[in-house]
């Protein structure tokens, strides 16, 4: 007995072995795989499929983001009075910024507009930089005192995520917010159920 990779069988001569002479089934091939006992990787006739070496990469990718963006967006010169047009039907207001800005004259530009639609308002001008839950507890405080229907934010990134922190405390009081604030990798994937704000 002996190992062998191939047995010739009704061919005229071992040429048959080759391929494309008398076995259409086998690629042409002037070099013969010998297998594993031979010590190749292969026992088929070698071809150039046989000398491309492949290699497979892994490549890290991330889950698929999404951000809700509001229905309407205005901007360019004159977009404050014409977004204003949307809050005529609120009653009362409450303005969440930080004292540079009021201080420099930018919050007037949002009061005078509410103003003129008869719109009574307060501000809360103490947003601190990465506001804390302790300031949150604050502003939502003078939410309650003030009792509106209406809050808006003045500012950037502190002034929203406070105004957004206090909206949730002020229409749903009975929230956890350790709970709200636990890190997700995935949002569609929460463990915590957000309440529905009015």
């Given at each position: 007995r002996c190992h062998v990779g191939r047995v010739i069988i009704n061919s005229p001569s071992a040429h048959g072995?080759?391929?494309d002479i008398y076995n259409f089934v086998m690629n042409p091939s002037l070099t013969l795989g010998c297998g594993s006992v031979?010590?190749?990787?292969?026992?088929?006739?070698?071809?150039?499929?046989h000398l491309i070496n492949l290699k497979t990469v892994a490549i890290k990718r991330e889950n698929c983001l999404w951000m809700r963006a509001p229905p309407k967006t205005y901007f360019k010169f004159g977009c404050l009075s014409e977004a204003m047009k949307d809050l005529k039907q609120f009653k009362k207001a409450f303005i969440v910024t930080d004292k540079v800005l009021f201080d420099l004259g930018f919050v007037d530009r949002v009061t005078n507009e509410?103003?003129?639609?008869?719109?009574?308002?307060?501000?809360?001008?103490?947003?601190?930089?990465?506001?804390?839950l302790e300031c949150c507890m604050q502003c939502v405080d003078r939410i309650k005192a003030c009792q509106p229907d209406l809050i808006l934010a003045l500012g950037g990134g502190s002034a929203m995520d406070l105004m957004k922190m206090a909206r949730l405390m002020y229409e749903a009081p009975e929230t956890d917010f350790s709970g709200c604030a636990q890190r997700f990798m995935d949002i569609r994937k929460r463990a915590y159920m957000f309440p529905d704000l009015l």
């Open positions: 072995g080759l391929g031979g010590g190749s990787s292969t026992m088929e006739n070698v071809a150039p499929g509410l103003t003129s639609y008869g719109i009574p308002y307060s501000v809360f001008t103490d947003v601190l930089p990465d506001p804390n």
